[in-house]
């Protein structure tokens, strides 16, 4: 198993800036790929952005593309989010996941993962 916890959230105002960390222990050399991905209260968890932990490709989606940035750190087995230009509808609890590199949902799909972090609250203020 993989165990991924995250850590960052808090509130901010709109207009700033916020980063979050999720350090992933255990059978590490399971995961091919981290993703993180959101949930509003009583709406979907949506994917945010991916990257892949051997070739730091990274995946966003289109909503955040040019505020936010994926990346990671092999040797700390952890992977970064950094947030920019936060809107009050960015609030959300964001999860970290954990992909192996092969699976019937694409990466964009929070099928497509096996392991989730806990998740931490993003809160921000118009």
């Known amino acids: 198993q993989v165990q991924l916890e995250e850590s960052g959230g808090g509130l901010v105002q709109a207009g700033g800036s916020l980063s979050l960390s999720c350090s992933a222990s255990?059978?590490?050399?399971?995961?091919?790929?981290m993703g993180w991905f959101r949930q509003a209260p009583g709406k979907e968890r949506n994917f945010v952005a991916a990257?892949?932990?051997?070739?730091?490709?990274?995946y966003y989606t289109d909503s955040l593309k040019g505020r936010c940035t994926i990346s990671r750190d092999n040797a700390k087995n952890t992977v970064y989010l950094q947030m920019n230009s936060l809107k009050p509808e960015d609030t959300a609890v964001y999860y970290c996941?954990?992909?192996?590199?092969?699976?019937?949902?694409?990466?964009?799909?929070?099928?497509?993962?096996?392991?989730w972090g806990q998740g931490t609250q993003v809160t921000v203020s118009s």
């Open positions: 990257i892949v932990w051997s070739s730091g490709s990274t």
């Open positions: 996941a954990s992909r192996a590199q092969f699976s019937s949902y694409t990466k964009y799909d929070a099928r497509g993962y096996d392991y």
């Open positions: 255990g059978r590490t050399s399971s995961s091919y790929a």
